[in-house]
């Protein structure tokens, strides 16, 4: 699979490499490790409340039954609660992990922002994808020298911080290749030239289809108002080709995380989930990065690769014009504000739409994750081995889905919009299942359902897995088709800013009810509702409409 025979099989390659290796990062870390052990950071060096004068450090962990599940009163009502002070105030150590993801999802924005305009001049994206890979890798591995016992254990935080946000960053930039891989893939290109050859189109059209040498060209070419049979045919199979790619860079990140999962349960499990454990999970995910980020950055077209004819651009990368960094990172936040003005999302108000309800969406899924990991530790004491399977089978799962779900869509010829609302759907069953086991826990006669049992954990993550993973493929395949051309960075830095300022949101609430309430379960009623209210607006998106703005939009910058 690996040998390179042609141009675009060495560009597809490299994007893949670059999932196969940063995905391990959110599989190991962000969702699984890096919650649990800044919980365990802040545990170590934290006290039993209420009266804070014993530490936590000296509370013996729960023992579960043999047949593996605990009471409810046990786990949610004796359970005793840590606190951490830091600064001036004293937080939930659950609520202290959520907090610093908050953080750094709002940093992550930032720098999102001022780097989109420079992520779509192809000569810097992959120097920005390179630069933020070493960045996040170093600051995961850092993990491996910084033990909870030490006087600088908050530095933690920082870790986490920079490692969360330079793979957002590094993200964006890679996510700016899809729409050109679709676009170059062999049968989008073969049905290029038959919809010419056959003579289908108006002259215009056929112009826009032939500008093969500008690798930033439209992932759906131009229309014209005729709606010949050869370029909806095209168009179709574009979208196909762009979901596939996207959902084999979800499957081969998801496989990568695996195998470090399965890696990390030996040392995990001998050490009986110890801090060092912990850590070291997390170091070795930042290696993982590190490692497998060089065959990228061997394929991935660069500065002297790249024969991009934009205006501005020469054939080897070097502008017309004179460039500078920060007045480039100055240009971003002044082209934000202009994108973001009502004039503009009146030209691609379906694009805005959608952005409107992955706003919603992506707080939902990522929360998700999140307060699950950290319900199944502090709630129902699940043991890191047990967390580590939860990890092992939802991306398992995940990798089935995102390639199980294309083959539905073809079976049944559905859109990826479609495709998405039906997974949305299914995932709003997974918090509502949670919220039931605030009825089980009134029972006395029902010790089953609801999440009450570490068993369940078990099978949640298998369903939310299958649908995670195609929901992460489809969505952004299906943004691909809303935006305008020669911009996707830029777009794609808009999609991500939506994804991580609800991310930033989320995580705060989330944090907020387990300080209030002592009881993170409440938090699952707030990801019912985040995930319902999209629905509708996920509903109204017109995608022939939204395609075609995006094809004839021309971006104003002049302020009338």
């Not at 990062?25 to 800044?38: A, E, K, M, R």
Request: hydrophobic share 45%; proline share 4%; aromatic share 12%.
């Amino acid at each position: 699979m690996w040998s390179i025979s042609s141009p675009y099989k060495k560009k597809l390659y490299g994007w893949l490499s670059y999932a196969f290796a940063s995905e391990v990062f959110v599989v190991v870390s962000l969702t699984l490790f890096l919650p649990i052990c800044l919980e365990q950071f802040a545990r170590d060096n934290g006290f039993v409340a209420p009266d804070r004068s014993r530490p936590c450090s000296a509370l013996k962990p729960i023992s579960l039954p043999t047949n593996g599940t605990v009471t409810a009163m046990m786990r949610e009502g004796d359970a005793e609660r840590c606190e951490v002070k830091i600064l001036w105030a004293w937080i939930d150590t659950a609520s202290f992990s959520l907090y610093v993801y908050s953080i750094s999802v709002f940093v992550q924005a930032i720098t999102v922002i001022s780097m989109g305009g420079i992520a779509d001049h192809p000569p810097h994206r992959k120097r920005l994808l390179l630069f933020f890979a070493a960045l996040g890798s170093i600051s995961a591995m850092l993990f491996l020298i910084l033990p909870s016992t030490s006087p600088l254990w908050l530095l933690c935080a920082c870790f986490a911080l920079v490692a969360n946000v330079s793979f957002g960053a590094s993200v964006v930039a890679m996510n700016s290749y899809l729409p050109s891989l679709a676009k170059e893939a062999p049968e989008v290109e073969q049905k290029k030239v038959e919809v010419l050859r056959g003579e289908e189109i108006e002259p215009d059209d056929a112009n826009r289809l032939q500008s093969e040498d500008n690798i930033e060209e439209p992932l759906i070419a131009r229309r014209s108002t005729t709606t010949s049979t050869g370029k909806k045919e095209y168009d179709a199979l574009l979208s196909r080709a762009t979901s596939r790619i996207s959902s084999l860079g979800i499957a081969m990140g998801y496989a990568a995380g695996i195998l470090l999962l399965i890696l990390a349960l030996v040392p995990v499990s001998q050490l009986g989930g110890s801090t060092f454990s912990l850590r070291l999970a997390i170091g070795l995910s930042g290696i993982w990065w590190g490692v497998f980020t060089i065959p990228a950055a061997v394929w991935l077209p660069g500065a002297g690769g790249v024969k991009d004819r934009e205006e501005g651009w020469s054939e080897v990368g070097e502008e017309r014009e004179d460039w500078r960094f920060w007045r480039e990172i100055g240009k971003a936040w002044v082209r934000l504000g202009n994108m973001l003005r009502w004039r503009e999302i009146v030209k691609l108000r379906n694009t805005f739409k959608y952005l409107v309800a992955w706003f919603l969406l992506s707080d939902g899924f990522t929360t998700i994750t999140s307060t699950a990991v950290l319900f199944a530790k502090t709630s129902l004491h699940m043991p890191a081995s047990s967390l580590i399977l939860i990890g092992v089978l939802a991306p398992t799962s995940g990798i089935l889905g995102s390639l199980i779900w294309p083959r539905i869509q073809r079976k049944f010829s559905l859109s990826n919009l479609s495709i998405l609302i039906i997974l949305v759907c299914l995932a709003s069953l997974i918090p509502l299942y949670g919220c039931l086991g605030f009825l089980v826990q009134k029972s006395s006669s029902i010790h089953f359902g609801g999440l009450t049992t570490p068993g369940e954990m078990f099978g949640l993550a298998i369903v939310f897995g299958s649908v995670y993973g195609a929901f992460q493929g489809y969505a952004r395949a299906f943004y691909a088709e809303l935006i305008p051309q020669g911009e996707e960075a830029r777009w794609y830095g808009l999609f991500s800013i939506t994804d991580k300022s609800s991310s930033f949101v989320g995580p705060l609430v989330v944090g907020l009810i387990g300080d209030l309430t002592g009881n993170i379960r409440y938090a699952f009623w707030f990801l019912v509702v985040m995930i319902w209210v999209a629905v509708p607006v996920l509903v109204g998106v017109d995608v022939e409409r939204g395609r075609r703005d995006a094809e004839e939009y021309v971006y104003c910058s002049n302020r009338d």
